[in-house]
C-alpha cells in the first residue's frame, strides 16, 4: 500500500504557474504508475494527466501543452507543473496511484490509492 500527501496548491492570477507535489510512501514509489485528477465544486472528477512506471504520460486535452506531468523516483514524489492557468483550471487536485501494471490510465476506478487534495485557485 502508499499513502500520498499532496501539496504546492494556492491562488494564482490567470497566466501564473504553479507546482504541485504529491509525496508518497508506505511501499516501492516505483512500482505504481501514478495520476492527477481535479474536481471543481459541482462537477465530475476528471482526470489530468497519468505518467506510467516507464515515464509514459498521457494528458487530458484541456491541459495539454500548459500542464507536465513527472516524477522523480528518488524522491518518491509525483509533479504537476502548471503553466498559463486559466480560471477554469480552478479545482482541488488529487494524486491516486495503482500498483501493478507498467500503465495507466485517465480514468477514477483505475486507481486504488489517493491523497486528501490540494486547492488551486485562478482569478481572473
Known amino acids: 500500500q502508499v499513502q500520498l500527501a499532496e501539496s504546492g496548491g494556492g491562488s494564482v492570477q490567470a497566466g501564473g504557474s504553479l507546482r504541485l507535489s504529491c509525496a508518497a510512501s508506505?511501499?516501492?514509489?516505483?512500482?505504481?504508475?501514478m495520476a492527477w485528477f481535479r474536481q471543481a465544486p459541482g462537477k465530475e472528477r476528471e482526470a489530468v494527466a497519468c505518467?506510467?512506471?516507464?515515464?509514459?504520460?498521457p494528458y487530458a486535452v484541456s491541459v495539454k501543452g500548459r500542464f507536465t506531468i513527472s516524477k522523480d523516483n528518488a524522491k518518491n514524489t509525483l509533479y504537476l507543473q502548471m503553466n498559463t492557468l486559466r480560471p477554469e483550471d480552478t479545482a482541488m487536485y488529487y494524486c491516486?496511484?495503482?500498483?501493478?501494471?507498467?500503465?495507466?490510465?485517465?480514468?477514477?476506478?483505475?486507481?486504488?490509492?489517493w491523497g486528501q487534495g490540494t486547492q488551486v485557485t485562478v482569478s481572473t
Open positions: 505518467i506510467t512506471s516507464d515515464g509514459i504520460t
Open positions: 491516486a496511484a495503482k500498483l501493478g501494471p507498467y500503465t495507466c490510465a485517465l480514468y477514477e476506478t483505475y486507481y486504488s490509492y
Open positions: 508506505g511501499s516501492t514509489f516505483s512500482s505504481y504508475s
